[in-house]
């Protein structure tokens, strides 16, 4: 691609880097290094990397199962518990979960890979192309799910697996939520999201419609009125931006951003800077600022207003960006931009202090001292937040500005279950997404099964 005088700009590098850049970050396992690795796992009774897994996957068994060549038990056993076992492979943060939790780790510091343990399994079945799980028989109940990311798909698979007919719905094009549009594309390459999707969708029983809104398109009063259970997993469609600075070309959401290269067929399309600044300190911060070097950039900083250890990110994930060559810069809060021409030609920001052990924050005794990086591009990763809006004022009880739920994922409206990344609470994790969508569908169909046993108790 011809180069712009734009600093800003696509076509960087040439067609075998960009392939080379968005390969596959870690490669699956071969067949003789499952059973290397297999074999580490101590099989422990009462195991601690099951108790830290949030959906409580059987992780023992799966690598027993591995041991004994049998891949395809071993997918059935995390499926069972996690339907998208494949993908939270790839995504999860296995360093802070079951990993850290392994004997292993306590002992010499190399806990057992069940993280590539359990993407060996997943893909082995992937493969086959069948579904281990078959739809129950039909209960005759209808239910809506909205929102097809992580939660809403669990959901959805397992009420179809309890015989209930599910109606899918969801904003986007595609299918998949975050792990479609919001995730680094060297951590799932080869179209994996769609088709995990397609596989959750084999089971039957799920009406899919997609690019359809709440709030737009239907509403949650004609979605009670019409199905007899509704499941809201909406996922956080706002972003948190930075008031009172002045606004300026090339000062984006790094969501979008990530958004837009992994949704282009080609990355030499995708704009990026020379020199980028991405303000913020979790793992969307670093997924833009390694696949800002990954694209071409010459100089990428992270800049987060407290300590490392305060991250959002995991240390494996902070340590990624430091071996992708971006510099992470700590206790500075955003302050504003210099421009020049209407474009972003620098961020500035206040030097702070650690204030106590405790982990506050406190400006410098002069105000906090300038910091200023010069920067072409600036992708902002301050957080999300849930938008209440479609759902209608006050039709939910909501607390920090999220979906209240109780411990079976029920809202304050009867008949209506959340979870995932709009609920209170929640981790913002696609694990734990995945196990509310899967607590929730048990609790609808004990709902559902409770209603049909006192109509028949009526007609008797």
Not at 147 to 152: C, K, N, Q
Not at 381 to 406: C, H, K, M, N, W
Request: with cysteine; proline share 3%; aromatic share 6%.
């Amino acid at each position: 691609m011809e180069q712009s005088s734009e600093t800003v700009t696509g076509g960087r590098l040439s067609a075998d880097q960009y392939a080379r850049n968005f390969a596959d970050l870690t490669p699956p396992l071969t067949r003789h290094e499952a059973f290397v690795e297999s074999d580490r796992c101590y099989f422990c009774y009462d195991a601690p990397c099951q108790n830290a897994c949030p959906t409580k996957i059987d992780i023992p068994l799966f690598i027993r199962q591995i041991a004994a060549d049998n891949a395809i038990g071993a997918a059935e056993t995390i499926l069972s518990a996690n339907i998208m076992g494949g993908m939270c492979a790839r995504v999860c943060p296995v360093e802070t979960l079951c990993e850290e939790a392994c004997v292993r780790e306590h002992a010499e510091h190399k806990p057992v890979h069940i993280g590539l343990l359990q993407r060996h399994a997943t893909d082995a079945i992937m493969k086959t192309g069948q579904q281990p799980f078959r739809r129950g028989p039909e209960t005759g109940s209808r239910v809506a799910v909205v929102g097809a990311g992580p939660a809403g798909l669990a959901c959805a698979h397992h009420l179809a697996q309890l015989g209930h007919a599910v109606t899918l719905l969801d904003a986007k094009p595609k299918l998949g939520g975050l792990n479609e549009y919001g995730i680094a594309t060297y951590k799932a390459v080869d179209d994996f999201a769609q088709r995990e999707v397609d596989f959750i969708l084999s089971i039957g029983g799920i009406e899919a419609r997609a690019g359809v809104a709440l709030g737009r398109d239907f509403d949650l009063a004609s979605l009670r009125a019409e199905y007899d259970a509704v499941f809201l997993g909406l996922g956080l469609a706002g972003f948190n931006a930075l008031e009172g600075m002045n606004e300026a070309a090339h000062v984006v959401d790094a969501v979008g951003f990530i958004e837009q290269l992994r949704q282009a067929s080609d990355k030499s399309t995708v704009a990026v800077g020379r020199r980028v600044v991405v303000i913020g300190g979790g793992m969307t911060a670093v997924d833009a600022a390694v696949q800002s070097k990954k694209l071409g950039a010459e100089e990428v900083t992270i800049v987060y207003r407290r300590g490392p250890e305060h991250m959002k990110a995991s240390l494996f994930e902070q340590e990624l960006a430091q071996r992708n060559g971006v510099t992470i810069r700590h206790w500075a809060s955003p302050a504003g931009f210099e421009q020049a021409g209407g474009r972003v030609s620098a961020a500035l920001f206040a030097q702070r202090l650690p204030s106590d052990a405790a982990g506050g924050t406190a400006l410098a005794a002069n105000g906090g001292s300038a910091l200023k990086i010069e920067a072409d591009m600036v992708l902002l990763a301050i957080g999300q937040s849930f938008i209440e809006a479609p759902l209608g004022q006050g039709t939910l009880a909501l607390s920090g500005g999220r979906i209240v739920i109780d411990d079976e994922r029920r809202t304050s409206l009867p008949g209506v279950w959340a979870g995932g990344d709009c609920v209170a609470g929640g981790q913002d994790l696609t694990v734990s997404a995945v196990e509310d969508g899967k607590q929730a569908a048990l609790s609808i169909d004990r709902l559902l099964q409770a209603a049909r046993q006192s109509v028949a108790g009526q007609e008797g």
